[in-house]
């Protein structure tokens, strides 16, 4: 199956996870950010445990999957953070109110990560030492910003 299928089927079981969600009440924003987020996870966590040896590396899914998290990186996720969203004022939100307060901190972090998905992209398909090398960019980003903008579960 050719790389963009696999791209164009995530994104879209994607998509489709956010209109399920946001039919079942609760906020829309916050459930549309909080699958992003997931999809974050899941694609890392598909690399990191190729990179611990947890898992087999292979090639083709390092590549799919470092490819599935630049592209999220890359989307424009301005909708997913009304005001009125922080954690304490709607249901399932952790995100702290600092988001909103603090706009070069966060634009950062989108460049931060923006940048190291798309180098992670480059290499992680290219054998295990360099998804070992690349990975801890992007790991780094998301431990950085959840420390500084992520509130603590409930």
């Known amino acids: 199956m050719k790389k963009s299928t696999i791209l164009a089927m995530s994104l879209a079981l994607a998509t489709g996870t956010v209109a399920i969600a946001g039919g079942h009440g609760g906020n829309p924003a916050v459930k549309a950010r909080n699958a992003h987020m997931g999809l974050y996870g899941y694609n890392l ?66 460049v931060e990560l923006q940048t190291a998905s798309a180098a992670l992209a480059d290499v992680a398909g290219n054998g295990l030492e360099a998804l070992q090398g690349g990975i801890g960019g992007a790991g780094k980003v998301c431990g950085d910003c959840h420390k500084a903008y992520r509130g603590p579960r409930n």
């Open 45 to 110: 966590g598909i690399l990191g445990d190729m990179a611990k040896g947890t898992t087999e590396y292979n090639a083709d899914a390092a590549k799919t999957a470092a490819t599935n998290l630049a592209t999220l990186a890359a989307m424009d996720q301005s909708s997913y953070w009304p005001e009125g969203t922080a954690q304490g004022e709607v249901e399932g939100s952790r995100a702290k109110a600092e988001i909103w307060t603090d706009g070069g901190g966060i634009m950062k972090h989108v």
